[in-house]
């Protein structure tokens, strides 16, 4: 049985070993230049990634304190800055744990990813595909599609990804309704398909790699739709379902609304992004409804994806491949391996012997809310289980009281709503069809 397990995929008509690995990221960290980031890259191939991704690469050669890594001047220039900051999106401050990010400039150089790639390329497996991604700080087609066919010679990679959704550019700029030109890059383009499309069409015909881009979450629904399908008209052949929000973080409300992040200027709140936990549902969006709606472009799931769980169910929404970043910061790089062995595990138990078996299994029961049918049910109190806590009469819900201590439901003010059962601490409520 475990030989007839196969966790391949193919993205973009590319054979990778297994649809996960870990999404691009650049800037916060002194692992470039390229030596550096080989020992990083290695360790994500050892623990068994389905692909390599070089982000962000821009035009231009590093500066002397690029190259040197010297932080105290590159500090003092700005050049080199990110910061994190952990949230609690829930009120109880239970599990929900989101970054906020905030950066100013990005840099990764075509001749440290060569010098990457050099060290790496010897022992890297050929079913480990090397996805480049580029990016122009500018909407000019032309610069883009020139950095594409430079990208192309000096890395040599199997797939090209456009990075249209950094929220990075956005964060320079307080108010973006006068933004300048050369700030249209990232997800200024990306969530203006007027400047992405020429783009993409200039960078399609730079080369004959595959092309994709990474989808911003700013161009909403139903836009990405539209967007999608041009691009995939102008021969993009996948898309990155989701990149970051661009965020405003909350206020300190003990510290008269100054910023929370550590060790910067005036206690300024700075304009950031998010990724985590907070995008899987936007992940989920993009990835369903893509794959749903616009045959002939391959959904490439990323964002939130915390639990090999989340890995079956992006499949199972359409992926062909799936990617996390947040999911190896918080659980390590051994994420990798333990969310291919874990696939492994459900394939077999599952009886699927390919990915193919189960992709898109979801999309059969994706339906509009007007297509189906919604029984009248009633709440059911479990007695066994019920702790007498009262939560559950303590909303906003006519149907259920508390008499002599225990939850008691009126099933005439019932609406089957399932609200009881979301509140319930202990399970205790399901609904039930009415006699
Ligand atoms: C420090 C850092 C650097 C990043 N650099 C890039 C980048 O260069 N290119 C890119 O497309 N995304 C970049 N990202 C975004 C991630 O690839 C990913 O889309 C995002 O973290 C959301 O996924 P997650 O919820 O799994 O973290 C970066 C994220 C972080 C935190
Ligand atoms: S919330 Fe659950 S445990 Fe608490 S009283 Fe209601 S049914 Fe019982
Ligand atoms: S199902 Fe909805 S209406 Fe019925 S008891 Fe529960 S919360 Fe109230």
Redesign the pocket.
Same mark, same amino acid.
């Given at each position: 049985m475990e030989n007839t397990v196969d966790i391949s995929t193919q993205l973009a008509g590319v054979t990778m070993r297994t649809p996960f690995g870990v999404?691009?990221?650049?800037?916060?960290k002194p692992w470039f230049p390229g030596k550096k980031a080989a020992e990083l890259f290695a360790k994500y191939v050892e623990a068994g990634a389905g692909y390599i991704y070089i982000?962000?690469l821009v035009p231009g050669e590093p500066t002397e304190a690029e190259k040197n890594l010297d932080f105290p001047t590159l500090f003092s220039s700005q050049n080199y800055v990110?910061r994190w900051m952990k949230i609690n999106l829930d009120s109880q401050h239970r599990e929900v744990i989101a970054?906020i990010?905030t950066a100013k400039n990005?840099f990764?150089y075509v001749s440290w990813a060569k010098e990457l790639m050099d060290t790496l390329r010897p022992t890297l497996p050929k079913d480990v595909p090397v996805i480049a991604?580029v990016?122009v700080h500018d909407m000019d087609p032309g610069k883009w599609a020139d950095q594409v066919k430079r990208v192309v010679d000096a890395v040599e990679p199997d797939i090209i990804e456009l990075?249209t959704?950094?929220p990075v550019g956005a964060m320079g700029h307080l108010d973006a309704k006068n933004l300048p030109p050369e700030a249209k890059w990232g997800m200024m383009m990306g969530a203006a398909p007027e400047v992405f499309l020429p783009v993409l069409e200039a960078c399609v015909k730079a080369t004959s790699l595959p092309v994709g881009f /990474?989808l911003t979450p700013e161009v909403g629904y139903p836009r990405m739709l539209y967007l999608t399908e041009e691009a995939r008209n102008a021969g993009a052949r996948f898309v990155v379902t989701?990149? /970051?929000y661009f965020v405003v973080p909350p206020p300190d409300i003990w510290n008269g609304g100054r910023g929370k992040y550590p060790g910067v200027s005036g206690e300024a709140n700075i304009l950031s992004d998010i990724? !985590?936990p907070m995008?899987r549902f936007s992940m989920y969006k993009a990835t369903a409804l893509i794959s749903k709606n616009i045959p002939g472009i391959d959904t490439f799931a !990323?964002? !939130?994806?915390t639990t090999p769980e989340h890995i079956v169910e992006a499949i199972m929404l359409g992926a062909k491949a799936c990617?996390?970043?947040? !999911?190896i910061?918080l659980n390590g790089i051994e994420f990798i391996r333990k969310s291919n062995e874990w696939l492994k595990g459900y394939m077999k138990e599952c009886g699927y012997r390919s990915i193919e078996d189960f992709r898109g299994l979801g999309l059969k029961y994706l339906k509009s809310s007007t297509e189906v049918e919604f029984y009248y049910y009633r709440a059911k109190i479990d007695e066994e289980k019920c702790t007498q806590c009262g939560k559950c009469a303590a909303s906003y819900c006519p149907a259920i009281s508390m008499r002599d201590g225990a939850p008691f439901v009126d099933e005439k003010y019932c609406s089957s709503c399932a609200m009881c059962t979301v509140i319930c601490p202990f399970d205790a409520i399901s609904i039930i069809p009415r006699a």
């Amino acid at each position: 049985m475990e030989n007839t397990v196969d966790i391949s995929t193919q993205l973009a008509g590319v054979t990778m070993r297994t649809p996960f690995g870990v999404s691009p990221h650049n800037l916060d960290k002194p692992w470039f230049p390229g030596k550096k980031a080989a020992e990083l890259f290695a360790k994500y191939v050892e623990a068994g990634a389905g692909y390599i991704y070089i982000p962000a690469l821009v035009p231009g050669e590093p500066t002397e304190a690029e190259k040197n890594l010297d932080f105290p001047t590159l500090f003092s220039s700005q050049n080199y800055v990110g910061r994190w900051m952990k949230i609690n999106l829930d009120s109880q401050h239970r599990e929900v744990i989101a970054h906020i990010y905030t950066a100013k400039n990005l840099f990764n150089y075509v001749s440290w990813a060569k010098e990457l790639m050099d060290t790496l390329r010897p022992t890297l497996p050929k079913d480990v595909p090397v996805i480049a991604q580029v990016l122009v700080h500018d909407m000019d087609p032309g610069k883009w599609a020139d950095q594409v066919k430079r990208v192309v010679d000096a890395v040599e990679p199997d797939i090209i990804e456009l990075n249209t959704g950094c929220p990075v550019g956005a964060m320079g700029h307080l108010d973006a309704k006068n933004l300048p030109p050369e700030a249209k890059w990232g997800m200024m383009m990306g969530a203006a398909p007027e400047v992405f499309l020429p783009v993409l069409e200039a960078c399609v015909k730079a080369t004959s790699l595959p092309v994709g881009f /990474k989808l911003t979450p700013e161009v909403g629904y139903p836009r990405m739709l539209y967007l999608t399908e041009e691009a995939r008209n102008a021969g993009a052949r996948f898309v990155v379902t989701t990149h /970051k929000y661009f965020v405003v973080p909350p206020p300190d409300i003990w510290n008269g609304g100054r910023g929370k992040y550590p060790g910067v200027s005036g206690e300024a709140n700075i304009l950031s992004d998010i990724g !985590g936990p907070m995008l899987r549902f936007s992940m989920y969006k993009a990835t369903a409804l893509i794959s749903k709606n616009i045959p002939g472009i391959d959904t490439f799931a !990323g964002g !939130g994806i915390t639990t090999p769980e989340h890995i079956v169910e992006a499949i199972m929404l359409g992926a062909k491949a799936c990617q996390t970043l947040t !999911g190896i910061v918080l659980n390590g790089i051994e994420f990798i391996r333990k969310s291919n062995e874990w696939l492994k595990g459900y394939m077999k138990e599952c009886g699927y012997r390919s990915i193919e078996d189960f992709r898109g299994l979801g999309l059969k029961y994706l339906k509009s809310s007007t297509e189906v049918e919604f029984y009248y049910y009633r709440a059911k109190i479990d007695e066994e289980k019920c702790t007498q806590c009262g939560k559950c009469a303590a909303s906003y819900c006519p149907a259920i009281s508390m008499r002599d201590g225990a939850p008691f439901v009126d099933e005439k003010y019932c609406s089957s709503c399932a609200m009881c059962t979301v509140i319930c601490p202990f399970d205790a409520i399901s609904i039930i069809p009415r006699a």
